[in-house]
């Protein structure tokens, strides 16, 4: 390397991405008390991917939006459970619902069924967040068809709080054909893999029971994975991405 590189080194792709995404972050004014509960929420440390499924905390997620358009549909209500220890822990849910001036269309109340009123009376945008932020911690976030799920929540926590949602990601639209490939349901519903395995979400379309169905799929994907002797986050990970390299795409619009 010339003495020229080493005085001016050509940057890295992740350091120009780095700095763009530092130059066009919201500038978010926040009362301070909410400032400190997102400075905390970006202190804590990242989770370790190396972490035995054991022990691994999990925390499920389901969201309904205005529509299917992650660039520009809002987000309505957030729903999450834990999975931990290869179980859900019981009391350990986080529910909200975003606060909105004007509803959605009525066919897509229609879906979720999230009335007008219950929109306009939610909570504001900011509180839910960052509670849903402070409930997740940094931890392993799960969703099916995650990408949508994944997309909303960190729009909404950009433009609310002014911080990227930094979670790692596992689609159990993935992992379960990864998993279970004789089931022959890749880039199928959260609804036929329910069916699959005999089992039936209370309400479909609600942030909550939907996140509480897929975390059942999840505790049955983890006890398969066992089996299969993959023992670590990152090997369930890694199983995922095979499986995406096979599969692109996988279905929009969250379950």
């Not at 509803?103 to 849903?132: C, D, K, W, Y």
């Amino acid at each position: 390397m010339s003495l020229l590189d080493r005085l001016f080194p050509t940057p890295s792709t992740s350091s120009i991405h780095g700095l763009v995404t530092r130059l066009f972050r919201p500038r978010i004014e926040l009362p301070e008390a909410l400032a400190q509960r997102v400075r905390a929420w970006s202190a804590l440390p990242g989770k370790d991917e190396r972490t035995p499924l054991s022990q691994a905390r999990f925390v499920v997620v389901d969201v309904e939006t205005s529509g299917l358009d992650a660039r520009r549909d809002r987000l309505l209500a957030i729903g999450a459970v834990v999975v931990e220890a290869q179980r859900v822990l019981p009391g350990h849910g986080y529910q909200a619902f975003l606060r909105a001036a004007t509803p959605s269309s009525r066919a897509n109340i229609l879906v979720h069924g999230i009335t007008p009123h219950a929109q306009r009376s939610g909570s504001a945008p900011e509180a839910a967040l960052m509670g849903f932020l402070e409930f997740a911690r940094r931890d392993m976030l799960v969703a099916f068809h995650a990408n949508f799920d994944r997309m909303m929540l960190d729009r909404a926590v950009r433009t609310q709080l002014g911080v990227r949602l930094s979670n790692p990601w596992i689609d159990v639209a993935q992992l379960a054909p990864a998993l279970m490939p004789e089931a022959r349901l890749a880039n199928r519903s959260l609804d036929d893999w329910l069916g699959y395995f005999g089992l039936r979400a209370h309400v479909r379309h609600n942030a909550a029971s939907d996140a509480f169905a897929t975390a059942e799929i999840m505790l049955i994907l983890l006890a398969r994975a066992a089996r299969q002797g993959l023992t670590s986050v990152s090997q369930l990970c890694a199983a995922c991405e095979r499986q995406q390299r096979l599969l692109p795409g996988g279905g929009v619009g969250g379950a």
